[in-house]
């Protein structure tokens, strides 16, 4: 016998109207009948390196 899902389609979607609503930018979505998870991008991801206009110096080497 299969195990029916506790959350619903609408639900679901409802839940992402109002993230998406409020600004946050959703990266990641997962859904399975144990659990409903949904990553947000500039929350849950470490922050990202600029990027430099130039390329890097070259390190020194001790002679």
Partial sequence: ????????????????KVAT???LIISELE?????????????DEPELQAETTGPLAWPELDD
Avoid: N, Q
């Avoid at 016998?1 to 992402?16: G, H």
């Avoid at 859904?31 to 500039?42: A, L, Q, S, Y």
């Fill in 31 to 43: 859904m399975t009948t144990d659990k409903v998870r949904i990553k947000f991008g500039p929350i």
């Fill in 1 to 16: 016998m299969t195990r029916r899902a506790t959350v619903t389609e609408t639900e679901l979607k409802r839940a992402l």
């Fill in 21 to 23: 609503s409020c600004g």
